[in-house]
């Protein structure tokens, strides 16, 4: 029955389960520039359950401007050629560990704070999450996000990556628990 | 609990897991548009559901810009997942096609939709998959396209088979096909399964049922067209996608294009 008008209804959302691995992950996936390039960077950390154990099947997306605050809309992510496309996924190992190499972004408006916008997929977890790992700019800066002011202090840490000695960003992921990451809905995901 | 039971490592019996879902369902609103993240008949749920409420975020920057895909990507021969190796796949071949569109109705055009699933015997080709069914050397079961101008995808593949798992005793999986979606802003991005009509395991299946109301679920499971199979070759099945509504189009995007 084709040219039906359709239903505008959203399909619903189903776990990516078990079994992506040899699906979804490729060569250069997690790697949005080359290493050694210019500002790269390592973010990096853990995904967590609400027993703190590390998710060796997790899934995640970042999707991020350049450092000039631009928001990329070139093709070439799944056969990277050194354009820098502001996607990148990276499946977990063993211990719950993901990490991509990148540029840090740029604030998307003036006096913005910048942030990786973040998907999260996983076996045991029924529908995609969103979240976003900021950078940890000046304080001043993050208190005046939208979201991070709307927050509590515990809250808002849980978003911002935090600088390691070799210049790496890292933020761990909580999907439950004390530590639990805020994670988003947007005005259009209420139908 | 039986002795036997307890040899599979004391799991559930279909019973328990669908007196649950039941209790569920019963209790739910209608219409819930997306499954429950906290549903403890999908056991795996447990420890990996958020417990506080989602935060509302107006989506700004890189969440208005989905990314882009184009024909250096992808090959349109991955859309044919019954020649990716030397011979053909055993199994019923079939045609998957639909239309994207997003939340307005309009088509989501030249964008990414990847799938993967099991065989005709339900076996994965994955460490973890130890279901012994036959692996098919012929088949693996994954697949790429780009939507046309039109928003429309189309895969030809093999019918996948149901397959066991070990959320509860002699639990099936219904056949399905995982799709991995792309829109136009990231705040669509998403990832489903579709299944395939008037499956007998739909009742039982904890992921299915997790969404709760029968009319929402339904929208997942495909519609065979015979005006889609193909004399003497392949049987049509047709599932279009509805995506989250976009916040930006590509015309008007908001605060991504900061000079
Ligand atoms: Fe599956």
Redesign the interface.
């Known amino acids: ?2 040219d ?1 008008v ?19 992950p490729y060569a250069g996936d997690c790697q949005l520039v080359d290493p050694g390039a210019p500002g790269s960077i390592r973010l990096h950390g853990h995904v967590y ?3 703190g ?1 590390g ?1 060796p099947d997790a899934l995640l ?1 970042i ?3 350049d450092p000039a ?11 990277r ?1 050194g354009r820098f ?3 990148g996924r990276c499946s977990t190992d063993r211990l719950g560990h993901y990490w991509f190499r990148t540029v840090e ?1 740029g ?4 006096g ?1 704070a ?4 973040v ?1 999260v ?10 979240t ?1 790992i900021y950078l940890p700019v000046d304080d001043a800066t993050l208190a005046a996000d ?2 991070l002011s ?2 509590d202090d515990d809250s808002r840490t849980r978003l911002v990556a935090t600088r390691e000695d070799d210049g790496s960003l890292r933020l761990d992921l909580h ?2 628990g004390p530590q ?10 209420r ?1 | 609990m039986t002795t036997a039971e307890k040899l599979e490592g004391g799991l559930d019996t279909q019973q328990v897991i669908s007196k649950e879902i039941a209790a569920i369902q019963a209790a739910s609103p209608a219409a819930e548009p997306q499954p429950r993240l906290d549903f403890a008949p999908y056991r795996s749920s447990l420890l990996r559901h958020p417990t506080k409420d989602l935060r509302q975020a107006d989506p700004e920057g890189a969440e208005l810009v989905a990314p882009v895909f184009g024909q250096s990507d992808v090959d349109p021969l991955e859309a044919d997942l019954t020649i990716q190796s030397g011979g053909e796949p055993i199994g019923e071949r079939i045609v998957v096609t639909g239309r994207l569109v997003d939340g307005d109705g309009r088509p989501v055009r030249r964008q990414l939709v990847e799938i993967w699933h099991a065989n005709a015997a339900g076996r994965y080709i994955h460490l973890r998959d130890q279901h012994p069914a036959p692996i098919d050397p012929n088949f693996t079961g994954t697949g790429r396209c780009l939507t046309d101008d039109e928003g429309v995808y189309s895969f030809t593949t093999i019918k996948p088979g149901p397959y066991p798992w070990h959320n509860h005793r002699n639990a099936w999986r219904p056949a399905h096909i995982h799709f991995s979606l792309f829109g136009t802003d990231f705040t669509q991005r998403m990832i489903t399964q579709m299944y395939f009509p008037a499956d007998p395991l739909f009742a039982l299946d904890p992921i299915y049922q997790s969404i709760t109301d029968p009319r929402v679920r339904e929208r997942l499971v495909a519609t065979y067209d015979h005006d889609l199979s193909q004399h003497d070759r392949l049987l049509g099945y047709r599932w279009d996608i509805v995506l989250t509504g976009a916040h930006a189009t590509w015309t008007e995007p908001e605060g991504d294009d900061r000079a």
């Open positions: 029955m084709p039906l359709p239903d505008l209804a959203p399909t619903p959302g189903q776990t990516i389960g078990p079994f992506f691995h040899y699906a979804l359950d609400g027993h154990v998710l997306e999707r991020q401007a605050g631009r928001v990329p809309t070139v093709e070439g992510s799944l056969h050629d496309t502001g996607w972004p604030p998307t408006r003036d913005g910048p942030f990786f916008a998907t997929f996983a076996r045991g977890l029924l529908n995609r999450l969103f976003r939208p979201l709307g927050l999907l439950q639990e990451t805020p994670f988003l809905t947007y005005p259009r995901h139908g």
